[in-house]
């Protein structure tokens, strides 16, 4: 679906917005798969160039897949505050890279013109960027939430308990979490992938977690990341959920392949701030990652990177509590190895802190990449140095029901050690309660699954 | 079968020494994700409880078969229900009930018009499972995570169960039985008259009043105290019975079957029964039941022994058994089997056990097949039986050769089997439908394999038709000691 | 990391030392050991300050090696050979390639077109592909017990099987040109899956009837988690016969044939 353009600012090199936002992007698999990358260095760094000319207006009014077929580019455009765009609509991306790096820049600076920015911006000067400025920009954005607990505060770094169990088993679900909170993570969210997306699977799952959560009284919110349509009659029907999630992409036809589309979202934002546990307000949760659109043909041939923009424009629209990319779990086809992991980490991570979302990540890998274990602690460390507001966790890094490993519980307390960091507030006294934490450190006590028996 | 699909509905019938109730079940079928799984009964609801009925007789000996009858269709009827729509379950005669000279033919009988596929059964040892299981002595070792006994004091006997609830003990995630411990001590064994005066002692109480030269006679209005001293005994007997070895000759003299070699420590106790139940609240007259059961439940509650024991409270007291039957009685074969489907159901098909195979090849291998087909010629008439089983208890490696030896094993072994007679293959490892296929090719007799299933020697086999959307089929394995 | 209590120091320790042997320590110790055994997930392993153990570390390493040694090694030409497999190849390169280019793999290069239609039976009713996918391991592992189960199973059943072949660099798909060249009936593609850290040996079965390029995944049925400690590959091996014969009678595959067909994964 190419978008014709007339515009001046694309350069004679070039045919649109869409073919100069992808050839423009670092190496990734993904867009050679789909036949949209550069061909060579010299031509990504030309399209690079002349995207760095290009006008906000220009990305603006060329949408890259047009808004009369796709309700993705509507939400986007729609949600455009119009004076600031109005400010803002004649910098080059080139200037829009350079307010963003320039010394007096912070959070106050970036939440003033984030309401004129649309995902297409967003995209477009992450391209420009290399790791460092990606990582400097994230650091300066705070953009916390609050469901039970509050996440993303400055100094703090959260965790996803994530204790998920091929075979659905509850009693290994809680087992799980009792080694999770002993490390202590899980002050983001208790969040688990079940295998069997069924509304019996999902209660089960929340009952089971719910009740943990209140026996022990701990500050955080569940999640059971069934389809949001089981979850709906989930917890219609009574299950006890503090957060609804669902799993997003950058097109129309994108979400149609995840079975969803911009009317049940809402319908699940309406139902979640009316019947879920937790007192809010954010509660919904998204996960996205780069290449989605393509696996399931509905990329409209737009560069992963630019539809993985549009995903956190569509999640903007709920005010999540969390958003995450799972950004190596798609397999070598669509990002190779550790360094085309760690570049699309650090891109998302700053694409979505850029539209305000509260964003997290799960760095992680599957066992046909070029990838290990050592790739996305690097990620890690980088990504806590920019402040993500959360990550990932598993027992030893290894998720035996997805089949891949992400970042391990030990993890946690290592980055919080690195760049003196602690756990979100009411979840740190909580450890401390639980003579899990003093003095800004584990205690003896944990890594002990026990405890909590 | 039922309209879901999802699930089947099960019917429990308990004809013991005092009472006879019927529940109605409903069993939630899944099978569980990751492809290679079979399907397990995820839930278990109970749907109907009929009321509590004395059992009728005709006379001391004899059970009014057509009494049990008529309050059975009466309790399905309440229910709701025509026998055309039970899917499973069980009938279990227990107790002393289960010695009246009528009592098997009562069984099938109830069985046959209960349902399409409800198992009769009975014997101690599978009524103290039942009961265990129905008490929810099961799931509190499951969720102690640790052994917890069900002592099940009925009318006629106790009867103790003890379970291992660790999680690396259980089977396909069932906790597991680790014994069973049976005596003749109920509160039914001693009988008033409305007078008070004492109407019937039935042998194994006789035993002890001999033993203890107790001055109780029938006929006579016997002295508050003596029973008391009779009650104790009794109590005693039950703390003997699951304290030990080493056990008090008495205790050996009114066990029934095997008593254990080695003592267990237990987790938790929990107590079930006409009688088990009114330990925790005993009735305030201990003689409203007409009989010894209120004295004898004092005596154990006040047992100083009992007192130090780690007492849980039970989900089903009186009905236990019952519950357990129409519960716990069913269990699903894996998925992946053999079947001639026309030759199902099949009932009360005698199990012998060939044992652990792995050792063994080339011509060894018919030897204990061979065994165990002279065991069951011994034991059974074969023309009288719907067909025999034959309970694997290792194949050994599961490759294709070997698997092929097994067959030409089996195949040499059932030439001693007359052709008609239907043979079902039990092996608990997941090879059935191979095992199956390798048989169909060796020879033409009819068959039926099935897999991931426990059974022992001297079991019987109940096996019903598949279930709708699980290639498995619901199997009761049972006992039927008279 | 028991700190030591000596009583002649200043500084009190930071935890009081538990004797080692009492009752306590002794339960907690059996209660960490059940988690540990009764849970797939590597729970219980302890930690050497902020950090995993070196054991548990050297383990996960070990488990990692083994799924991608799995990934990047090729099936064997012995086993290939035993098996008495028609050896083709895909139009992918090498094994980077294989990994990235999806589409490559479900195509056979020219060699392999004209080898197929030179030494493979036409229009069989069954004909059965075996790829290394990703993982060879999982073929090594599994397809000599079940090619065997399905090979005598389809005999029995009077289904006639065409020319087993093994495709190097192929994807589930490939299984549609094969078929399709050959005129088959129906196609079963035996692939190793994406290793996990659990076991690297999980090999899948797809099925399809009709096979044609460019056949949509719900029209394939599936067998997976084919390995010792799931589906034994003997048992896989009947349980393809029975699943053959039924496509073959119902001239259909994947959700044509049971609307709730199991679980399905692509690799």
């Given at each position: ?8 600012d694309?350069?004679?090199?070039f ?27 010299a ?108 996440v ?23 087992d ?9 993570v899980?002050?983001?969210?208790i ?37 949001v349509t ?19 992409a ?45 696996s399931?043909d ?21 005010d ?16 190779y190895d ?15 802190q ?67 960091l ?20 584990l ?11 | ?16 020494t005092?009472?006879?109730h019927t ?16 399907p ?185 105290e ?7 005994a ?42 088990g ?107 009288d ?5 034959l ?10 050769e ?9 195949v ?26 390798l048989?169909?090719?060796r ?9 991931e299933?426990a059974?022992r ?26 | ?38 849970n ?53 390169a ?74 190097e ?46 056949s949509?995944?719900?029209k ?48």
């Open positions: 679906m190419a978008v014709k353009t007339t515009t001046p694309v350069g004679d090199r045919d649109s917005v869409v073919e100069v936002l992808a050839k423009a992007n670092e190496p990734k698999t993904g867009d050679e798969l789909a036949g949209i990358a550069a061909d060579s260095d031509e990504r760094v030309a399209a690079k160039r002349a995207l760095a000319g290009i006008r906000l207006e220009t990305l603006r009014e060329n949408p890259v897949v047009p808004a009369d077929e796709d309700e993705v580019t509507r939400v986007i455009q729609e949600a455009v505050r119009e004076p600031i765009y109005e400010e803002i609509k004649d910098w080059t991306v080139a200037d829009l890279r350079e307010y963003l790096v320039a010394m007096g820049t912070g959070e106050r600076e970036i939440a003033a013109i984030r309401p004129g920015l649309t995902s297409e911006m967003i995209a477009a000067v992450t391209k420009l960027m290399s790791n460092l400025d990606l990582a400097l920009v994230t650091s300066r954005m705070e953009v916390p939430a609050r469901c039970n607990t509050t993303g505060e400055r100094g703090t770094l959260s965790f996803r308990l994530q204790p998920n169990d091929p075979a659905d088993d509850v009693s290994n679900i809680v799980a979490t009792r080694e999770g909170l002993s490390y202590g899980g002050d983001a969210v969040g688990v992938n079940p295998v069997q997306d069924s509304v019996e699977t999902t209660t089960r799952i929340l009952e089971a977690t719910h009740e943990f959560i209140e026996a022990w009284d701990v500050p955080t919110q569940n999640c059971c990341l069934s389809h089981t979850q709906m009659d989930a917890i219609r029907e009574g299950a006890p959920a503090d957060l609804v999630f669902q799993s997003l950058g097109t129309e036809a994108g979400n149609d392949e995840f079975g969803v589309d911009v009317d049940l979202l809402d319908e699940a934002h309406d139902l979640a701030q009316r019947r879920c546990v937790s007192s809010g307000p954010n509660v919904m949760y998204f996960e996205t990652g780069q290449g989605a659109e393509l399931g509905a990329h409209h041939g737009v560069d992963q990177l630019t539809l993985e923009a549009r995903c956190y424009g569509l999640a903007k629209r709920y999540p509590f969390l958003v995450n990319t799972v950004v190596g779990f798609i397999g070598p086809e669509y990002l550790g360094r085309q992991v760690i570049r699309a980490g650090l891109e998302d991570v700053f694409m979505g850029l539209h305000g979302i509260p964003m997290g990540i799960d760095a992680c890998y599957t066992n046909h990449m070029g990838a290990d274990q050592n790739d996305i602690e690097n990620l890690a460390v980088l990504l806590a140095a920019a402040g993500a507001n959360y990550f990932i966790t598993v027992p030893m890094g290894d998720d035996v029901m997805l089949n891949y490993q992400s970042n391990s519980y030990h993890d946690a307390a290592a980055l919080w050690e690195l760049f003196d602690e756990p979100a507030p009411a979840f740190r006294e909580w450890l401390a309660e639980m003579d899990l934490w003093r003095e800004g450190r205690t003896e006590r944990a890594g002990d699954p026990t405890i909590f028996t | 079968m039922s309209a879901d699909p999802e699930s089947l509905t099960s019917v429990g019938i308990d004809v013991g005092t009472t006879t529940v109605v079940s409903r069993l939630r079928v899944e099978t569980p994700p990751g492809g290679a799984a079979s397990e009964i995820v839930d278990r609801e109970i749907a109907f409880r009929g009321p509590v009925r004395e059992t009728p007789l005709l006379d001391r000996e004899t059970i009014d078969v057509e009494g049990v009858a008529a309050f059975v269709e009466r309790d399905l009827e309440a229910a709701g229900l025509e026998p055309a729509d039970v899917d499973t379950g069980a009938v279990i005669v227990t107790g002393e009930t289960a010695r009246r000279e009528n009592a098997e033919p009562l069984v099938h009988r109830i069985a046959a018009d209960a349902g399409r596929f409800v198992a009769a059964a009975a014997g101690a040892e599978l009524e103290a499972a039942l009961a265990g299981r129905g008490s929810g002595a099961a799931g509190r070792a499951a969720d102690l995570d640790g052994v917890v006994a069900n002592v099940d004091v009925g009318g006629g006997t106790t009867n103790v169960a003890i379970f291992e609830g660790r999680s690396d003990g259980r089977e396909r995630g069932r906790v597991r039985v680790r014994e069973t411990r049976c005596l003749d001590v109920g509160g039914r064994l001693v009988r008033f008259d409305g007078d008070g005066r004492i109407g019937s002692i039935s042998p194994p109480a006789e035993a002890l009043v001999e033993a203890l030269e107790l001055p109780l006679d029938v006929d006579e209005h016997p002295d508050h003596t029973l008391a001293m009779l009650a104790e009794m109590a005693d007997r039950v703390v003997d019975l699951l304290e030990g070895p080493p056990f008090d000759p008495l205790t050996r003299e009114l066990a029934i079957g095997e008593l254990p070699a080695e003592p267990v420590t237990l987790d938790g106790v929990v107590f079930s029964g006409g009688v139940r009114l330990v925790d609240s005993p009735p305030a007259d201990p003689f409203a039941y007409g009989d010894l059961g209120g004295l004898l439940a004092a005596a154990v509650r006040e047992h100083e022994r009992v007192r130090s024991w780690p007492l849980l409270e039970p989900a089903e007291d009186l009905r236990a058994t019952v519950v357990g039957a129409g519960t716990e009685s069913t269990t699903l074969s894996g998925r992946t089997i053999s079947l001639e489907a026309d030759l199902l159901p099949l009932r009360n098909v005698p199990v012998v056990d060939v044992g652990d195979l792995a050792g063994l090849g080339g011509s060894r291998l018919c030897d204990p097949l061979e065994g165990a087909l002279a065991r069951l010629r011994e034991l059974h008439d074969l023309p039986l719907d067909a025999v089983a309970a694997i208890e290792n194949v050994g490696p599961l490759e294709y070997r698997l092929g030896s097994i067959a030409d094993a089996l040499s072994a059932l030439e001693s089997v007359p052709p008609s007679l239907p043979v079902v293959v039990v092996v608990r490892q997941n090879c059935a439908k191979v095992l199956g296929q048989l169909e090719r020879h033409d007799r009819s068959l039926v394999v099935l897999d299933l059974v020697d001297g079991d019987y086999l109940d096996v019903g038709t598949p279930i709708t959307g699980h290639d498995s089929v619901p199997v009761v394995v049972k006992t039927l000691a008279f | 990391m028991a700190s030591d209590s000596n009583p002649d120091s200043d500084t009190e320790p930071l935890e009081p030392t538990a004797d080692p042997d009492s009752d306590a320590d002794q339960a907690n110790e059996e209660a960490l050991r059940r988690i540990a055994d009764r797939p997930t590597r729970l219980g392993v302890g930690r050497s300050g902020p950090r995993p153990t070196t054991d548990a570390l050297l383990e996960f390493r070990a488990d990692h090696g083994v799924a991608r040694d799995a990934v990047h090694s090729r099936v064997s030409d012995g086993l290939i050979d035993d098996l008495g497999l028609v050896e083709l190849r895909t139009t992918v090498d094994t980077d390639q294989y990994l990235a280019r999806p589409d490559l793999g479900r195509e056979l290069d020219a060699d392999s077109l004209e080898r197929l239609e030179r030494e493979c039976e036409p229009a069989p009713e069954v004909q059965i592909v075996v790829s290394d996918g990703l993982s060879s391991s999982a073929v090594e592992a599994n397809v000599p017990q079940l090619l065997p189960a399905l090979l005598d199973g389809l005999e029995g059943r009077d289904i006639s099987v065409g020319t087993p072949v093994f495709v660099f192929g994807r589930v798909d490939v299984m549609d040109a094969v078929g399709e060249e050959l005129e088959a009936d129906c196609c079963v593609s035996l692939i190793g899956e994406r290793p996990g850290l659990r076991t690297a040996e999980s090999l899948s079965a797809y099925l399809v009837y009709g096979p044609k390029r460019g949509a995944t719900a394939k049925s599936v067998v997976s988690n084919i390995h010792d400690g799931g589906l034994p590959p003997v048992e896989a091996g009947a349980e393809l016969v029975d699943l053959i014969a039924e496509m073959l009678a119902a001239e259909a595959s994947g959700v044509d044939l049971r609307e709730d067909d199991r679980e399905f994964r692509t690799e």
